[in-house]
């Protein structure tokens, strides 16, 4: 014990660049966090999060109800005129309620989503090997899965509607339908935790004695019940298709209310054709950051139930209250800038899979593939290997694919106009998002990787922005 402590000291003397080439650094890296303050990042800023998150999801939808989409008002409302008491606020922001119907349409989803995907067929592929030489194993049905939804959605649509219904019927419980929901994934969170404390899946969990540590962040990397990966039924199979699901009912309603109207169509449209992209390239979203760094936990499975419903339907919810025509020439210029990012969205990771598969033996964009082997020791002691592209897209910067992601984000969401800025609330958000991701990649890989990723950032030294940063 006292060895490892005095291994632990010296690691901790060593200077920036003995550190990335030390294997033992790279493994306390994954682990442990050092150099901050541990109460405020492990006790108070996960305790702010997990209560201040769905306030904030909640006070969006008062605001787009009763605040005419001004933040302005809702401010003046709140702190001025007093008009809104304590009593409005737990009534209308208080997430920890139930509600039946709504209860009974999420979980009916998320079965619906287990079933399909264990009925689906598709080809077993493999997730990136972890730190303790566990190899992930999935069934690329995403697309199918996807598809077949929309159909059955299609369907379900005709028939309620045949019996003067319609799927409208949950954005006109959108308050009750996101308090149950983040009511259901709190219960959630906290059952995965319990599970990975006591019963986790694989040898890649990590608990601690600060359960809300625990909650916040997550205790396994691959948790597993009845066979079924808990993170890839919440991030793919509930999270992006209750998206695009969402998208369309509020669509549906913008036009249940006001006729054709072409600035909802386009941010459905855009929405839906980019979710497109995202369930056909799903196998490669599984090898992203948010699986195989961030565990199972509140960050994660609570952000892709309830984040991505209330945050990332924003313009499309918005607009059901703040319609606008924008007439033939910017509908087309819309749609086809948004189409466009798209596809360069989806060709730089199409790149990257394209050398992947070929273990760098391929052209890009006419020339040799440039590559560097960036060769790594796991947890367990034996070498692994990634490919590290310098090449197409990726010489540009190293998240290259983040600049027209938010560039479309932009695009589906200037629909609603410029007098408020509430829809833009996504555009910001995933701004900082990203911007942090790169940030998070860019540390676990300099820890990872050590001279083989000092060399890749002299091929591309930006991280994101060309010429910027």
Request: proline share 4%.
């Amino acid at each position: 014990m006292s060895d490892s402590k005095h291994r632990h000291k010296s690691v901790l003397k060593k200077t920036d660049e003995e550190l990335l080439t030390d294997d033992l650094t790279h493994q306390l890296a994954l682990h442990t966090r050092q150099g901050h303050n541990k109460f405020l990042s492990e006790s108070i800023i996960p305790l702010m999060l997990c209560f201040a998150c769905p306030f904030f999801v909640r006070s969006i939808v008062f605001i787009c109800d009763h605040c005419h989409g001004s933040i302005h008002e809702f401010l003046q409302r709140l702190l001025f005129d007093h008009t809104l008491t304590l009593k409005d606020v737990l009534e209308n922001f208080f997430f920890f309620k139930w509600h039946w119907p709504s209860a009974i349409i999420i979980i009916g989803f998320l079965i619906y989503a287990i079933i399909m995907t264990m009925l689906l067929p598709g080809d077993e592929y493999q997730g990136p090997i972890t730190d303790t030489g566990h190899i992930p194993i999935y069934r690329n049905n995403g697309f199918c899965y996807y598809i077949v939804s929309l159909i059955i959605f299609t369907i379900l649509t005709v028939v309620l509607k045949l019996n003067n219904l319609s799927p409208t019927y949950i954005y006109d419980q959108w308050d009750a339908f996101l308090s149950t929901v983040s009511t259901f994934a709190f219960l959630l969170c906290f059952c995965v935790m319990i599970k990975g404390k006591y019963m986790p899946s694989t040898n890649d969990h990590r608990s601690s004695s600060n359960w809300l540590t625990d909650f916040y962040r997550g205790v396994e990397l691959y948790p597993r019940i009845f066979n079924i990966d808990v993170k890839l039924i919440t991030n793919c199979r509930y999270g992006m298709l209750s998206w695009a699901l969402l998208s369309v009912i509020f669509c549906m309603k913008t036009f249940e209310l006001y006729g054709y109207t072409d600035s909802a169509l386009i941010t459905c449209i855009l929405t839906l054709v980019y979710l497109t992209k995202f369930f056909w390239w799903e196998s490669g979203y599984m090898k992203t950051i948010d699986i195989i760094v961030d565990r199972a936990g509140f960050y994660l499975c609570w952000g892709c139930l309830v984040w991505v419903s209330g945050i990332y339907t924003l313009p499309s919810y918005f607009l059901v209250t703040h319609p606008k025509q924008l007439g033939f020439q910017l509908t087309i210029l819309i749609l086809t800038l948004g189409l466009l990012s798209i596809y360069i969205n989806y060709d730089c990771d199409r790149q990257k899979i394209q050398v992947r598969s070929t273990h760098g033996k391929c052209l890009i964009w006419g020339k040799p593939a440039k590559i560097i082997r960036a060769k790594y020791r796991l947890l367990n002691g034996k070498e692994s290997e990634s490919i590290l592209l310098a090449s197409g897209y990726w010489v540009l910067s190293r998240h290259f694919h983040y600049i027209p992601e938010l560039a479309l984000a932009f695009l589906w969401t200037c629909p609603c106009g410029f007098q408020y800025i509430l829809p833009y609330f996504y555009v910001i958000i995933l701004f900082i998002l990203l911007m942090h991701r790169a940030h998070r990649d860019d540390q676990r890989c300099r820890l990872k990787y050590g001279d083989s990723w000092i060399k890749y950032c002299d091929l591309t030294p930006w991280k994101v922005w060309p010429k910027l940063y």
